[in-house]
């Protein structure tokens, strides 16, 4: 979702992150799993909850609100499927390129929309300048374009995309807003210390302003400066995303993964956003069914995960670290793999993780 904006402090940020983590990896390696053992020693930074067939594994302040990131997105993912299962949108329609960029700011983005839109040029989906509205949904997930999102928030309504909190049972699950537009918001004010005297309410007022100018103006990207967004104001920025927490995520991938929720037409759609890990041929040989969705920023670093491998041993997996600084959020990164991939193979190194991580418990 995100990066250290290429600022002063956040070109130094980067350096020193670089640095780091070539050292780390050369010298200071944990023996465990450095996923786990991090958790374990910052219990009050994370939340995780972990099933395997069934049986709850792990259940660590599942119900603490945690910032999302990327993870909201498959609420969005969610309202696309139902609207096209409904004929509302259809995903043949031709989206202009030039759409999505009115909502695509440089450097924000870790170049995920630009990596999207090799893959689409390379893949020969773009036709005059257009691409068929499913793959706008897929840049969204896969790549976690936030050009994309912003555009389908505007296609598919914010009211609609909220909506949806209620009918999945999410209680605690904040609104989502157009974060995207929120950063303008950032730029105009500068500094840290204006935007936190800016009461949520005038916040995303002057989000949706900015959302509302950006469907029909393209001078408005005028006004961003990326000069005013430093470490700090990155810092606010995360922290007002939308939060929910780990036990309503673990419900909503348990609805996509059961297979059973959704009427035919929609659980379709959601497997072709959800289930892009399985374009990757290691795992198509290990699993039947396997969907993710990531989210992070400079200080968030956001997992879940539906699996049922070839044996038919169905997982769910959240893990939501908040708070995090930006060498920790480095590392964490680097070495999330390694752990996934430890708590899919139901092997020893599984096991592992499971006594690491129900020793959070008692912290």
């Not at 309503?248 to 497997?271: G, N, P």
């Amino acid at each position: 979702m995100w990066k250290v904006l290429a600022t002063g402090l956040g070109i130094l940020a980067v350096l020193f992150s670089c640095v780091f983590t070539y050292f780390y990896f050369k010298y200071l390696r944990y023996e465990q799993d450095f996923v786990a053992e991090y958790l374990l020693k910052n219990p009050r930074k994370c939340a995780v909850y972990w099933t395997r067939n069934d049986s709850l594994l792990v259940d660590h302040r599942s119900n603490a609100m945690m910032t999302l990131g990327s993870v909201s997105k498959i609420i969005i993912a969610i309202e696309f499927a139902q609207q096209a299962s409904a004929g509302k949108i259809k995903l043949s329609e031709p989206i202009n390129i030039g759409d999505l960029a009115r909502f695509y700011i440089d450097d924000t983005d870790g170049g995920a929309h630009g990596a999207w839109l090799e893959e689409v040029k390379k893949a020969g989906l773009i036709t005059n300048s257009t691409v068929p509205m499913i793959e706008v949904a897929k840049g969204m997930m896969r790549y976690s374009s936030n050009a994309n999102t912003e555009y389908l928030m505007w296609r598919l309504g914010l009211n609609n995309i909220n909506a949806n909190l209620q009918k999945l049972g999410l209680t605690k699950h904040q609104p989502l807003y157009p974060f995207v537009s929120a950063l303008y918001v950032c730029s105009e004010e500068k500094s840290a210390t204006a935007l936190k005297k800016m009461p949520m309410k005038l916040y995303l007022e002057r989000a949706n302003k900015y959302f509302e100018l950006l469907k029909i103006d393209t001078t408005v990207k005028s006004k961003f400066n990326l000069a005013h967004i430093p470490l700090s104001v990155q810092k606010e920025w995360s922290d007002r995303l939308p939060s929910a927490t780990a036990k309503e995520y673990a419900s909503v991938i348990e609805k996509i993964h059961s297979r059973k929720y959704f009427d035919t037409t929609t659980q379709k759609t959601l497997v072709t956003l959800m289930e892009w890990p399985m374009l990757n041929p290691q795992n198509k040989e290990q699993f039947q069914v396997y969907g993710a969705k990531g989210g992070a920023t400079a200080f968030v670093l956001n997992y879940v995960l539906y699996a049922t491998d070839k044996q038919g041993n169905r997982t769910n997996l959240v893990v939501f670290a908040n708070d995090l600084g930006v060498f920790e959020q480095t590392l964490l990164r680097a070495e999330l793999p390694l752990f996934i991939q430890r708590i899919l193979d139901n092997k020893a190194d599984s096991q592992q993780m499971k006594i690491i991580l129900n020793k959070m418990k008692d912290k």
